[in-house]
């Protein structure tokens, strides 16, 4: 009434609406709700409702300070949808009333709804001074690929169920919109090597939220005591993040999904196929790459035991690239996608403990893996040996290595390639070894030979050629003048005798040491 002093006047709305919803949350958005419901007011809409408005609009303000109102709404909606926009959340077939006073907030106690084909309970409540939305829903592994591409379902098995609670708090400085989601994983399984898989029986607790505002902008959360996950988003798209396990890191560029892990010890070959379903969503989403950053105490590889392994692991056209150091080896190793295709090493460093070519080791070529490989400084024990390369390739009677070259003890094998390749072949059947070696090696100077086998350097040359077709029965370093035979034709150029103690007997005695008739 007009008679009322001015400080007590309101303007008092009592109607009903009806319509859709995105009517009802315009109206709302108009209102002076609108601050109240933060970034909702920017969602999308549908659907039918019906709404009963109770205003109570004060006139007058008291300098800077609104006087306080009275609200009360209350909406009836029947197969209503909303979106957040630019995300994957959409909550649809939502049935139920909807409540709205200055006292209490949004409320609501008997919402149901559909998640990704999953039903949804849901209640709002105020709490806190922020509005806030209970749920429980159960969440298909397929369904996290709708956040970050990748196949889940290769992963993980069995429904998800979820206790969720998303807060509404216009106020926040991250992100006025926050979704909870915290489950047991009991009877979810994870299909991924220990110690990061998990069996249905076993509950390790996760703990997710997701940020809004309006749009997705981060995921974040945690599995079990070790597993942590920060993920960040632009325009509803990854921009970058950080999956860990058992170890620190930083987040990584725009553009990188850096998965970072620390494990004493695993066994490679179990996680091939892990790393393949990885590549296959990483190949076709092509906005953000996949980069996973090891640390490992100690693995076993090719009958070497190595320690202090870090390697960075990258899915790129070819297969999975593979850069990595270690207290044995450092270089990059490309394993094609296609299995008939051999992995290629190429190592800047290579150190050969001395057991592994010692009469202890156990080695059967036949079991070899078959590989490209390429040296630049190899070493056996601690003694430099120079740089080699092969193509490694197993068959049932034993392993041949192909288009041997390099250089080392003065030799260079692989230079006379277009005339004829250096090739090895190492057999065994089972009990008895059988190494054969053919080919040319072209050769700098022949006293490096010498040197390095600690022979009398009697003899030197400028270059000079070799042609090796050799045979003996035994593992490849038990070559002995017992057991060679073949053939074996020097040439050397513009060489030298030197003077030795022995005078011309150690000269005579290293022309016989390439005639194996005298051996």
Same mark, same amino acid.
């Given at each position: 009434?007009?008679?009322?002093?001015?400080?007590?006047?309101?303007?008092?709305?009592?109607?009903?609406?009806?319509?859709?919803?995105?009517?009802?949350?315009?109206?709302?958005?108009?209102?002076?709700?609108?601050?109240?419901?933060?970034?909702?007011?920017?969602?999308?809409?549908?659907?039918?409702?019906?709404?009963?408005?109770?205003?109570?609009?004060?006139?007058?303000?008291?300098?800077?300070?609104?006087?306080?109102?009275?609200?009360?709404?209350?909406?009836?909606?029947?197969?209503?949808?909303?979106?957040?926009?630019?995300?994957?959340?959409?909550?649809?077939?939502?049935?139920?009333?909807?409540?709205?006073?200055?006292?209490?907030?949004?409320?609501?106690?008997?919402?149901?709804?559909?998640?990704?084909?999953?039903?949804?309970?849901?209640?709002?409540?105020?709490?806190?001074?922020?509005?806030?939305?209970?749920?429980?829903?159960?969440?298909?592994?397929?369904?996290?690929?709708?956040?970050?591409?990748?196949?889940?379902?290769?992963?993980?098995?069995?429904?998800?169920?979820?206790?969720?609670?998303?807060?509404?708090?216009?106020?926040?400085?991250?992100?006025?919109?926050?979704?909870?989601?915290?489950?047991?994983?009991?009877?979810?399984?994870?299909?991924?090597?220990?110690?990061?898989?998990?069996?249905?029986?076993?509950?390790?607790?996760?703990?997710?939220?997701?940020?809004?505002?309006?749009?997705?902008?981060?995921?974040?959360?945690?599995?079990?005591?070790?597993?942590?996950?920060?993920?960040?988003?632009?325009?509803?798209?990854?921009?970058?993040?950080?999956?860990?396990?058992?170890?620190?890191?930083?987040?990584?560029?725009?553009?990188?999904?850096?998965?970072?892990?620390?494990?004493?010890?695993?066994?490679?070959?179990?996680?091939?196929?892990?790393?393949?379903?990885?590549?296959?969503?990483?190949?076709?989403?092509?906005?953000?790459?996949?980069?996973?950053?090891?640390?490992?105490?100690?693995?076993?590889?090719?009958?070497?035991?190595?320690?202090?392994?870090?390697?960075?692991?990258?899915?790129?056209?070819?297969?999975?690239?593979?850069?990595?150091?270690?207290?044995?080896?450092?270089?990059?190793?490309?394993?094609?996608?296609?299995?008939?295709?051999?992995?290629?090493?190429?190592?800047?460093?290579?150190?050969?403990?001395?057991?592994?070519?010692?009469?202890?080791?156990?080695?059967?070529?036949?079991?070899?893996?078959?590989?490209?490989?390429?040296?630049?400084?190899?070493?056996?024990?601690?003694?430099?040996?120079?740089?080699?390369?092969?193509?490694?390739?197993?068959?049932?009677?034993?392993?041949?290595?192909?288009?041997?070259?390099?250089?080392?003890?003065?030799?260079?094998?692989?230079?006379?390639?277009?005339?004829?390749?250096? @090739?090895? *072949?190492?057999? $065994? +059947?089972?009990?008895?070894? /059988?190494?054969?070696?053919? =080919?040319?090696?072209?050769? %700098?100077?022949?006293? @490096?030979? *010498?040197?390095? $086998? +600690?022979?009398?350097?009697? /003899?030197?040359?400028?270059? =000079?050629?070799?042609?090796? %077709?050799?045979?003996?029965?035994?593992?490849?370093?038990?070559?002995?003048?017992?057991? /060679?035979?073949?053939?074996?034709?020097?040439?050397?150029?513009?060489?030298?005798?030197?003077?030795?103690?022995?005078?011309?007997?150690?000269?005579?005695?290293?022309?016989?040491?390439?005639?194996?008739?005298?051996?």
């Amino acid at each position: 009434p007009i008679s009322e002093p001015i400080e007590q006047r309101r303007w008092l709305v009592d109607g009903k609406l009806t319509g859709d919803f995105s009517g009802m949350m315009n109206v709302l958005a108009n209102s002076p709700l609108k601050a109240k419901l933060g970034p909702m007011v920017d969602w999308r809409y549908t659907g039918k409702t019906e709404t009963k408005i109770d205003l109570e609009i004060p006139l007058y303000k008291a300098g800077k300070t609104s006087v306080a109102g009275n609200y009360s709404v209350t909406t009836a909606i029947d197969n209503a949808e909303i979106a957040i926009i630019d995300s994957p959340v959409v909550l649809q077939n939502i049935a139920g009333s909807i409540g709205y006073s200055s006292d209490t907030g949004l409320y609501a106690d008997d919402l149901t709804a559909t998640l990704w084909q999953q039903s949804l309970n849901a209640k709002i409540f105020k709490s806190d001074k922020q509005q806030k939305v209970s749920f429980t829903t159960s969440l298909a592994p397929a369904n996290l690929g709708r956040f970050v591409d990748f196949p889940w379902q290769e992963v993980i098995s069995g429904l998800i169920p979820i206790e969720a609670l998303l807060t509404i708090d216009p106020q926040s400085l991250e992100s006025a919109v926050k979704l909870n989601m915290i489950s047991t994983m009991q009877g979810v399984e994870i299909n991924i090597p220990a110690p990061l898989g998990k069996l249905p029986q076993e509950s390790k607790l996760l703990d997710m939220s997701l940020y809004f505002d309006p749009r997705i902008s981060r995921l974040q959360g945690n599995f079990g005591d070790l597993l942590s996950t920060d993920l960040y988003f632009s325009q509803g798209q990854l921009r970058n993040g950080l999956l860990s396990y058992n170890r620190k890191a930083e987040l990584p560029d725009e553009g990188v999904l850096l998965v970072s892990a620390y494990l004493p010890t695993t066994d490679l070959s179990i996680w091939r196929s892990w790393a393949e379903s990885i590549s296959q969503g990483d190949k076709s989403k092509g906005s953000w790459r996949t980069v996973f950053d090891f640390q490992f105490d100690r693995m076993n590889l090719a009958s070497m035991d190595f320690e202090t392994i870090h390697a960075q692991v990258e899915a790129v056209e070819s297969g999975l690239s593979v850069d990595f150091t270690s207290n044995l080896a450092d270089g990059l190793a490309i394993i094609p996608w296609d299995k008939h295709l051999p992995p290629k090493f190429d190592l800047t460093r290579l150190q050969l403990p001395a057991k592994v070519i010692g009469k202890s080791s156990v080695i059967d070529p036949r079991q070899m893996s078959a590989m490209d490989l390429s040296v630049d400084q190899l070493f056996i024990a601690e003694q430099h040996i120079g740089s080699l390369s092969f193509k490694l390739r197993p068959e049932p009677s034993g392993a041949t290595f192909n288009n041997i070259s390099g250089k080392f003890f003065g030799l260079r094998p692989g230079v006379f390639e277009a005339e004829a390749p250096m @090739d090895f *072949f190492w057999g $065994f +059947d089972g009990n008895n070894h /059988l190494s054969k070696l053919v =080919g040319p090696v072209a050769i %700098d100077n022949i006293g @490096d030979l *010498f040197s390095a $086998f +600690d022979m009398p350097r009697v /003899l030197d040359s400028e270059s =000079g050629k070799l042609q090796m %077709d050799l045979l003996w029965h035994g593992k490849p370093w038990s070559a002995n003048k017992q057991n /060679l035979q073949g053939d074996f034709k020097v040439n050397l150029h513009n060489g030298s005798f030197y003077r030795t103690t022995g005078g011309a007997g150690a000269a005579l005695k290293v022309v016989s040491l390439f005639n194996f008739a005298n051996w």
